[in-house]
């Protein structure tokens, strides 16, 4: 167990419709990376918080929004969905903004029909 | 953009031989980490090497990094069935994103 908390871990919706995935970082960390694994593929980095902030983004649609809350869970908005987003999320947390080895939660398997 | 790029894709061995996978970087770095991931799981951290580094060890894992080449490789010795995973690096710009490749799929055959 990564202590990190990925909530829910399967989601299937239609096409145009908008989820929130949910990360929670293990207890400490302060910054939070999510990232998308389409099928058999490598993870594509979307996005990063430190404490809050935006610190980096990669490849993220503009349909895609994130957040890091004062409590420091974080949550991914995918709205518009088309099929093309189903997809593994992972969110990944990490004590220090780099330099340090982050651990993985579980993943949001999104499947959009 | 992938900041690294794993070879081979795929990589086929017996139970007891050596597996050895490489990374390719294409901008300057602060650190390089290893990650394996188990089909469809969270990735699992192997080990993080700085770019003053050359070679660091953990248990039968052996990381080298040459930055002047731009690449670093795993090695994973006496190789068991139960290594049968992907194998992914990722490059750290300088504090900022973590950014993976493609990944190396190694299968171990007992």
């Known amino acids: 167990d990564s202590g990190v908390t990925q909530t829910p871990k399967h989601l299937i919706t239609a096409t145009g419709q908008r989820v929130t995935l949910r990360c929670s970082p293990r207890?400490?960390?302060?910054?939070v990376y999510w990232y998308q694994q389409s099928l058999d593929q490598g993870l594509q980095f979307l996005i990063q918080?430190?404490?809050?902030?935006?610190?980096a983004k990669g490849n993220i649609l503009e349909r895609f929004s994130a957040q890091q809350f004062p409590d420091l869970h974080s949550e991914l908005n995918l709205s518009s969905l088309e099929l093309g987003d189903s997809a593994l999320y992972f969110c990944?947390?990490?004590?220090?903004?780099?330099?340090?080895?982050?651990?993985f939660g579980q993943g949001t398997r999104l499947t959009v029909v | 953009s992938q900041q690294g790029e794993e070879d081979p894709q795929a990589l086929s061995i017996q139970e007891g031989e050596n597996a050895t996978m490489n990374c390719s970087y294409k901008?300057?770095?602060?650190?390089l980490q290893w990650y394996r991931q188990n089909s469809g799981r969270g990735l699992v951290h192997l080990i993080l090497?700085?770019?003053?580094?050359r070679e660091k060890h953990s248990g039968r894992l052996r990381v080298t990094l040459d930055t002047s080449k731009k690449s670093s490789s795993l090695l994973i010795t006496a190789s068991r069935a139960a290594d049968t995973a992907s194998y992914f690096c990722?490059?750290?710009?300088?504090?900022?994103?973590?950014?993976f490749g493609a990944g190396t799929r190694l299968t171990v055959k007992p």
């Open positions: 990944a947390s990490s004590l220090r903004q780099g330099d340090t080895e982050a651990f």
């Open positions: 207890s400490g960390d302060l910054s």
């Open positions: 918080y430190y404490n809050g902030e935006e610190r």
């Open positions: 901008t300057s770095i602060n650190n």
């Open positions: 090497i700085r770019s003053n580094e």
């Open positions: 990722a490059t750290d710009v300088y504090n900022n994103d973590m950014r």
